[in-house]
Nanobody, 120 residues
Framework: QVQLVESGGGLVQAGGSLRLSCAASGRTFANYAMSWFRQAPGKEREFVAA???????NYADSVKGRFTISRDNAKNTVALQMNSLKPEDTAVYYCATIRSLYNLTPLGSWGQGTQVTVSS
């Protein structure tokens, strides 16, 4: 099972940028589709972006054109570059292994997440 640790969150003004990173343990990292989810206060966790082993991507409509997911299989990391941030992007962000690029069922337990706060 892959263990995941998220980092890179913080406080940013609307229109700004942040880059989140997720470090994964385990030699089979490259076998997994990776994803980012987020959970805002009082709301359910929602899908943000996914990336399969070859670099193909899938995005939620709310972040298309603003967020970019990428992975480095040699370093066992997956990143989320977030540009043009909006207050509604405020949430705890989690990375997760999922079944495939379009089957978003998480395969393992959630990490601790990283807080992103966007001020207006």
């Amino acid at each position: 099972q892959v263990q995941l640790v998220e980092s890179g969150g913080g406080l940013v003004q609307a229109g700004g940028s942040l880059r989140l990173s997720c470090a994964a343990s385990g030699r089979t990292f490259a076998n997994y589709a990776m994803s980012w989810f987020r959970q805002a206060p009082g709301k359910e966790r929602e899908f943000v972006a996914a990336c399969n082993w070859s670099g193909s991507t899938n995005y939620a409509d709310s972040v298309k054109g603003r967020f970019t997911i990428s992975r480095d299989n040699a370093k066992n990391t997956v990143a989320l570059q977030m540009n043009s941030l909006k207050p509604e992007d405020t949430a705890v962000y989690y990375c997760a292994t999922i079944r495939s690029l379009y089957n978003l069922t998480p395969l393992g337990s959630w990490g601790q997440g990283t807080q992103v706060t966007v001020s207006s």
